[in-house]
């Protein structure tokens, strides 16, 4: 097993101790969710003859059957420093329009009114509960959330680490077939006759590069002299016509590379 394969096998473990971690801060937020809503529940009771949906953070009033909400009540926060604090619950009607005219029944609009009238109460009697009860759930939670966040950081931390070696070797890798009686060779996808293109230098860009193979670096090490085999022609007239390439910067190299990975062979 190559070192490359050891250690894609070792970040995939760590991937999933990192997975694990986020199903449970998942699930703390649900949970979180959950309570929340009871409280608004407990607090905010339902009105006859309307239809009332409880959320984690809101209370949504309907008439019967209707597609628009009447009434809206939302439970805002805001972040201090590093911690999240509900302070304000906001009340939040649909605006309608009343004309009060002989022979016309008004009954909608006086149960209108006593609608809002019944929630308005409610909010001025239990607003500091809910804000109250609503920050100790966030704080047990930021608090249980913390922790796995903390047990979280040196896993990131390990993939990147993984992550850049494997990078470094693939690159060195590949720098050593380039430097091969072969090079690199491109392989287009299947049902797909399409081959790159390969920015030499700033003013030259090949267009139908099939390989590259290096002929010798320079003494800096930065550049390089390539052969690049490119496909000329259409159809059965289609050949390989071979360029020499001085001095073609390495970052250049890199970076086509890097795009055509998964087609080099």
Not at 8 to 37: A, F, H, W
Not at 57 to 65: G, I, L, M, Q
Not at 222 to 234: P, T
Not at 245 to 263: H, P
Request: hydrophobic share 35%; no cysteine.
């Amino acid at each position: 097993m190559t070192r490359i394969k050891v250690l894609e096998e070792k970040r995939e473990k760590v991937y999933d101790k990192i997975n694990e971690i986020e199903t449970r801060l998942e699930n703390l937020s649900t949970r979180r969710k959950k309570e929340q809503k009871s409280i608004l529940e407990k607090y905010i009771d339902t009105y006859d003859g309307f239809v009332v949906n409880y959320f984690s953070d809101k209370v949504s009033v309907y008439v019967k059957d209707g597609n628009y909400s009447l009434l809206d009540m939302y439970v805002y926060d805001e972040w201090k420093s590093d911690s999240r604090s509900y302070n304000r619950i906001d009340f939040s009607t649909a605006s309608f329009r009343t004309e009060f005219r002989t022979g016309l029944d008004m009954k909608w609009a006086a149960e209108r009114f006593q609608l809002l009238a019944f929630y308005s109460k409610a909010l001025a009697d239990h607003m500091d509960d809910i804000l109250a009860e609503f920050n100790n759930v966030v704080e047990k939670y930021s608090k249980l959330s913390e922790a796995l966040y903390e047990s979280k950081r040196p896993l990131n931390k390990e993939v990147r680490e993984v992550n850049e070696i494997i990078s470094r070797l693939k690159e060195e890798e590949m720098m050593e077939k380039l430097m091969s009686d072969n090079g690199l060779m491109i392989q287009p996808e299947k049902e797909d006759d399409y081959l790159p293109r390969f920015q030499v230098k700033f003013d030259w860009e090949l267009s139908s590069v099939k390989s590259i193979r290096g002929v010798k670096k320079s003494a800096s090490g930065k550049s390089v002299d390539l052969q690049v085999s490119v496909r000329r022609g259409y159809g059965d007239d289609k050949r390989l016509e071979v360029i020499d390439v001085d001095r073609v910067r390495f970052d250049n190299v890199v970076a086509f590379i890097r795009r055509n990975e998964n087609q080099i062979v």
